[in-house]
């Protein structure tokens, strides 16, 4: 009995032992099989992963997973852009209808985004990747943005502009103008953010308004402070040898200033004060005082000798030099009644605006005297115009016009049409063709003759001296007729 019972539990130990040998065999194997199983679902992810888009990839607004990178950017090129162009929920653009401009050059970069999308398992992230052609899509990049330039710029007319602050001057005050906004585009923002967008059928931009000026800024303040700087100004304007200080907080009340600071100023006062220097120191169509060869005092009128500011351009010279900055300026438009408006006598300072060269015509004495320097060059009794047909010799301050030898009097500057007559020395001095000149063919030298026997306005010289006259004489010298 103990023998059977012993070899009982032996063959059980040996089947125990088999059974589990059995088993370790059985799950070996079947690991084996499990691990080539998930070798080959992993190299088909991996595979599938590697060539295949995740399910909710897409590229410039299309869908593309499930796609290869052949498959995606055939899809691509199909694709119809509507070229709609939007500003927040407005419509601005219906352009036409084109196809995407991607070509088969443009799948390298294709696999690029594939390759940025990848994930070692399938992913149901959303993503969106923006590509742009290598090849410029011309009606996207030029038509379309062009014709929503023009667009705009046909809307902005019809919108309200806004308004900038700004500094102003006004009744000799500084004071700040407020800003108003607008509702007109921002047109070159607008573009820009166009450039931006992505290569999608429809187009949308936030809006983007004209912002004014404002009040605390920048450029308000310097504004600000140039107007400051502008009544601080002192101009020098000197006429002849006189300066004349200009104040711009007296002479200007009204100016406003442009965004690079350049000023516009108002130029009423200023005018009005060349105006005042004008009359106080110009000599065209006033009275001389002329001192004569005896010594007596005279009064005699400018006519076609004497000066005067041109008051208008004079006023847009202060104008600019205040607007500038200037400090001092000299006047430079001067006006009279010479032939072709040219003032003279300007220069001149001494002998009350005559100066000290110059000739002298009397009338009643029939005598000429010309100085050089102050000093008499020369002195001859003459015969002026013919007293008795009222052609006398045109009293008044005139000068030199021009010197001729020899020369041809015709009707043009003796007064008679029919006239023409050579002379050796021809010396004109009025615009309507008197002059000095020689005249042989006078007999009756007398000091009265010019009374009833006088010349036709001109002032005859005898041949004997007119010579020395004339050589005497130059151009612009003034002549004093009395």
Known sequence: MVGNAVEASVEESYQLRYKSVKWYKNWKYISMIVGIILALILGVISYYQANYFNRNIMMNGVKVGGLTADEAIKKLQATVLENEVYIDQQQIIDGKD??????????????????????????????????????????????LKKELEEALLSMNKNLKAPKDAQAILEQGKISISKSIDGTQYDVANLLKEYEKQEYTSNIHLNPAFLQPIKEDSQTVLNEEKRLKELLQQIVDYKVQDKVHSLKASELIQHATISKDLKLTIKSDEIKKKISEINEAQSTLGKNFTF?????????????????????????????????????????????????????????????NGIGDTYAEVSIKEQRIWIYKDGKLAVTTNVVTGKHSTQEDTSPGVWYILYKRS??????????????????????????????????????NWSSNAYLTAGS???????????????????????????
């Open 406 to 443: 020899p020369y041809t009097l015709s009707g043009s500057s003796a007064g008679n049409p029919n006239y023409s007559i050579k002379v050796d020395y021809w010396a004109p001095f009025t615009n309507s063709g008197q002059g000095f000149h020689d005249a042989s063919w006078r007999t």
């Open 291 to 351: 001192k004569t060869h005896s010594g007596s005092v005279i009064s005699v009128k400018g006519q076609g000798y004497g000066w005067a500011l041109d008051v208008e351009k004079e006023t847009a010279l202060i104008q600019s030099a205040f607007e500038k900055g200037e400090k001092s300026v000299s006047a430079s438009n001067i006006h009279g009644n010479g032939w072709s408006n040219e003032g003279y006598g300007y220069d001149t300072l001494t002998n």
């Open 456 to 482: 036709g306005g001109c002032v005859n010289v005898s041949p004997s001296v007119m010579k020395a006259v004339y050589d005497t004489l130059s151009i612009y010298d003034p002549v004093v007729v009395y």
């Open 98 to 143: 084109t196809q995407m401009n991607f070509t088969d050059d443009d799948l390298p970069e294709v696999k690029n985004v594939l390759k940025k999308q990848w994930t070692f398992f399938p992913s149901s992230n959303e993503l969106n990747y923006s590509l742009k052609p290598i090849n410029q899509d011309q009606y996207r990049e030029e038509v």
